[in-house]
């Protein structure tokens, strides 16, 4: 089973990005998240800083967008080269055709939804995604209390998966490090944002090959 695991530079030393973003050349994706302070109550950076991040990033970028009107904004991060980018159910007022525009310029297409929003209320349209958000805190910082009563979501979104053979990441962002992790991977989830678990350790590196290892042989049991 592959799993992935995605370091959120939201933890990293801003000042110092390209040495933290060096740290994690092990890593699947860097996770970057863009805060607007009107969706969420914190202010991070936009698409100016983003094509630097990627300019110079040893992996590709998964973008986690926490804007208003990510109908307008989206698109530019798929053209400056992110190869994700994610916008929160919350936040598009045409969902579908914000997949179709971003599948169209090259990027993954995600789909993210806070801890109070019902995959139910998305399940018909899952399928034009790549991926599947599911927050595990309330968005807006790190270093949060990962939320167990999310692994219900997160079992529904495996469960339709099996049921329909869409090719859907499963994602998990918040709290996690290597306890929670284990919980995640045996609910279906197959790709982990780690922000403190990973740039909060002396060796980042080591602290993805360890969350990759625990993710793994979770998710393993639960496949058998
Ligand atoms: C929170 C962000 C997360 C955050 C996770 O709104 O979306 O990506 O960086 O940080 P940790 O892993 O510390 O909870
Ligand atoms: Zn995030």
């Given at each position: ?29 860097a996770h970057v998240d863009v805060m607007d302070n009107h969706f969420v109550p914190n202010l991070t950076f936009g698409p100016q800083m983003v094509q630097r991040i990627q300019d110079v ?168």
């Amino acid at each position: 089973m592959t799993v992935r695991i995605n370091p959120s530079i939201l933890s990293a030393d801003f000042v110092n990005m390209e040495h933290d973003l060096n740290l994690i050349s092990n890593a699947d994706f860097a996770h970057v998240d863009v805060m607007d302070n009107h969706f969420v109550p914190n202010l991070t950076f936009g698409p100016q800083m983003v094509q630097r991040i990627q300019d110079v990033s040893p992996v590709p970028l998964d973008v986690h967008l926490m804007i208003s009107d990510c109908d307008r904004w989206a698109p530019q991060y798929a053209e400056l080269g992110a190869a994700s980018v994610t916008v929160h159910a919350e936040a598009t007022s045409d969902p579908v055709a914000l997949a179709r525009r971003l599948k169209e310029i090259g990027a993954r297409a995600g789909l993210a939804l806070k801890p109070g929003t019902p995959f139910d209320d998305y399940r018909e349209i899952a399928h034009h995604f790549d991926q599947l958000l599911v927050m595990t805190v309330e968005p807006g910082f790190g270093g949060q209390k990962f939320m167990a009563d999310q692994m219900a979501k997160v079992r529904q979104v495996a469960e339709f998966r099996a049921r329909t053979g869409v090719s859907l990441w499963i994602q998990v962002d918040g709290g996690i490090d290597s306890d929670t992790i284990q919980q995640a991977a045996e609910s279906g989830a197959d790709t982990f944002v780690a922000g403190s678990a990973v740039y909060g350790k002396d060796n980042p590196a080591l602290a993805v090959e360890n969350l990759r290892k625990i993710a793994q042989s979770h998710h393993h049991h639960h496949q058998e």
